[in-house]
């Protein structure tokens, strides 16, 4: 079967042509790829062509609801009836958007893919109300969570040292109300008014608290506070003072410290007991009336609370030391590892060649510009569907004219290799070239197959130039 | 009008305008000429109403298109489709112009590929299309083909020219 002409495949693509002849055409198409490129430029006028004309509907004159009805034209008297015979109408083309070009007729090449549609599934209450409950089930974890890290958070939180006052007033519920009464009785007596926050922190504690916190006192008590009799009440208030010291220095105020600083390290606080107990072993001997007594007492919170801001002093540097040398390891392994050298700034990356330019092709052509530029048809490879077709300089290829162009028609083969078709009608007196396994004339002109495959495969394809 | 006549103006009255509208381009004209074709239907009935009604309004345009030549009407048709309102949205504007480029291109091509490839448009097929004017059913094929792939060059030829006007003005 020769080629299809233009109007044969406008036939065709129009449903024109009967079973036979579709069959036909279609066997021709499946072996000749010349063919096959010019139904696919002959299906884009069609289409194109198509929608331009759609383009001039009616809508583009006056909107159709501003026009008036068609004028009824009055039935002729002498008019005769007419049969209309039943022929099945052919819908006009309808105004199609110009991205839609039409498909044609029904051809397997055109089936365009099955629709699909997207449904939800329907979603029943009780999946709606799960879904719900894991969505508040999410927040909920994630409330937990944000709050026991805040918790965490505030636990490692630096607190700075409590005053001294605070710590004493609250190491002061160490008194027993046994031993609070009689003091209490003695300052009554006596009348005097307390004086200076050592003082208030000894005066007499509710008994309540001193009560809440009587088994606290009871482990906390030293046994020098225990031996120590309540005598006199200058004595009685030297000792509260010395149980207050005692507490603090045997386990209540150790623990105040350490709650108040979240300092676990137990060393700080047998050392804040060790101070205070040595303050409390100097306080007692010296003892002596109500006077060395509320020096001495003064005297032991001065030094409880120089020795609680030694310790916060401490425990401080403890720390930046820590941090310094965590630093200082962190750089010295920075500095140890190898120098970064910068990176070069990368090379942009070359950008591929085209296919045209693989080809060496300066002007893609269509069939029609080949057959005019070859004199006929363009010759092709049977069974092997070309990519495109170009013209090439004579220069680049050995054995043709180098004044005239060449028709290259270029494939791909599965491998990705370009293999190409060269072609160059003879002139009169133009040498014919050498013929080999890739050189040869046919029909008056000259063929060159090459590429990018190896020789024994291109041999194999020119035996099948048509 | 009789029923057969009614039922005739129904079926293709529309489909008359619209393909007159699309040779004309203007649609009083191609309403009026649709009118002109039924009423000579009423006077004589045709055998064949579709290919019929379809060559008397294509005559009808040539007859009327040799008077409007004589008259100027082109020129006023032509001006009143450039005298766009100011306002018009670009949409409108553009499809209104893309309509314009169509329309002449068209015009280049000639009488009978031209009304060729508007009877099959308005989904005549190949016998109806030769019937109507009057060619052999097997000139249709190649008659389509050279109309469809001038339409298609020519309009091109109009994008090209413009955008190279567009660039000039620009330029300017």
Redesign the interface.
């Known amino acids: 079967m020769s080629h299809l ?7 065709l693509l ?1 449903g ?1 042509l009967e079973a036979h002849e579709v069959a036909e055409i279609q066997a021709h198409l499946n072996s000749c790829s010349a063919c096959g490129l010019r139904l696919r430029e ?1 299906k884009e ?2 289409a ?3 929608r ?7 809508e ?3 909107p159709a609801a501003q ?1 008036p009805a ?7 008297p002498a ?7 039943a ?1 099945p ?5 309808p105004a199609r958007p110009p991205s839609q070009p039409d498909p044609g007729p029904w051809e397997p090449w055109n089936e365009p893919p099955p629709p699909v549609l997207l449904i939800p599934d329907n979603e029943s209450a009780a999946e709606r109300r799960m879904r719900r409950m894991r969505r508040f089930g999410w927040a909920a974890i994630v409330l937990v969570i944000a709050g026991a890290g805040f918790v965490e958070a505030r636990k490692m939180m630096p607190v700075g040292p409590l005053p001294a006052d605070t710590l004493l007033a609250k190491a002061a519920p160490v008194v027993s109300p046994e031993e609070t009464a009689p003091a209490r009785e003695e300052l009554a007596a006596t009348g005097r008014a307390d004086s200076g926050p050592a003082r208030r922190a000894n005066a007499l504690p509710d008994p309540r608290v001193t009560e809440s916190k009587a088994k606290v006192v009871a482990t906390a008590k030293s046994p020098v506070a225990k031996d120590l009799p309540a005598k006199t009440p200058a004595a009685a208030n030297r000792r509260t003072a010395t149980d207050t010291g005692q507490a603090a220095a045997t386990g209540g105020l150790a623990a105040n410290i350490d709650v108040a600083s979240g300092d676990t390290d137990g060393t700080t606080a047998g050392q804040a007991g060790q101070t205070d107990e040595a303050a409390v072993a100097d306080t007692v001997p010296s003892a002596d009336g109500e006077a060395a007594g509320t020096e001495d007492l003064a005297t032991v919170r001065a030094r409880a609370s120089e020795a609680l801001a030694q310790l916060d002093r401490e425990r401080r540097l403890k720390q930046a030391a820590a941090a310094t040398a965590a630093l200082d390891a962190q750089r010295r392994r920075a500095a140890s590892s190898t120098p970064v050298r910068p990176q070069p700034a990368a090379a942009p990356a070359p950008t591929p060649p085209t296919l045209e330019q693989r080809a060496q092709i300066y002007l893609r052509i269509g069939l029609d510009e080949a057959s005019r530029q070859l004199g006929g048809p363009a010759h092709v490879i049977e069974g092997l569907s070309p990519l495109f077709m170009g013209l090439v300089q004579g220069t680049a290829v050995p054995g043709a004219e180098a004044g005239r162009p060449v028709v290259r028609v270029v494939y791909q083969d599965s491998q990705g290799r370009l293999i190409l078709l060269d072609q160059q009608r003879l002139r009169p007196g133009q040498p014919v070239p050498t013929a080999s396994a890739t050189a040869w004339t046919l029909g008056g002109t000259a063929m060159w197959l090459h590429g990018e495959a190896p020789a024994e495969i291109l041999r194999s394809y020119r035996a099948r130039v048509r | 009008m009789t029923a057969d006549l009614t039922q005739l103006f129904e079926q293709y009255y529309e489909s008359l305008v619209r393909m007159l509208y699309r040779r004309v381009g203007d649609r009083d004209r191609a309403e009026d000429l649709a009118q002109e074709t039924f009423a000579r239907a009423v006077a004589a009935p045709p055998n064949n109403p579709r290919p019929w009604l379809f060559a008397v309004a294509l005559n009808l345009v040539r007859e009327d298109g040799r008077r409007s030549a004589t008259r100027g009407r082109k020129l006023e048709l032509l001006r009143a489709e450039h005298d766009q309102p100011a306002n018009a949205p670009d949409a409108e504007l553009e499809r209104k112009e893309e309509a314009e480029r169509i329309r002449a291109a068209l015009a280049t091509l000639n009488e009978r590929d031209r009304e060729a490839l508007l009877l099959r448009a308005e989904g005549f097929d190949y016998e109806e299309i030769a019937a109507t004017l009057g060619l052999a059913k097997g000139a249709i094929g190649t008659t389509l083909a050279r109309a469809r792939r001038r339409l298609v060059e020519a309009y091109r030829a109009q994008e090209r020219g413009q955008a190279k006007d567009r660039g000039k003005h620009v330029a300017s």
Do not use: S
């Open positions: 002409d233009e109007g044969t495949l406008h036939a129009d024109e002959v006028f069609l194109e062509a198509d331009l004309i759609a383009a001039v509907d009616l583009a004159g006056a026009r068609p004028v009824p034209i009055p039935a002729a008019a005769t009836p007419v049969l209309l015979e022929e109408r052919r819908e006009p083309l």
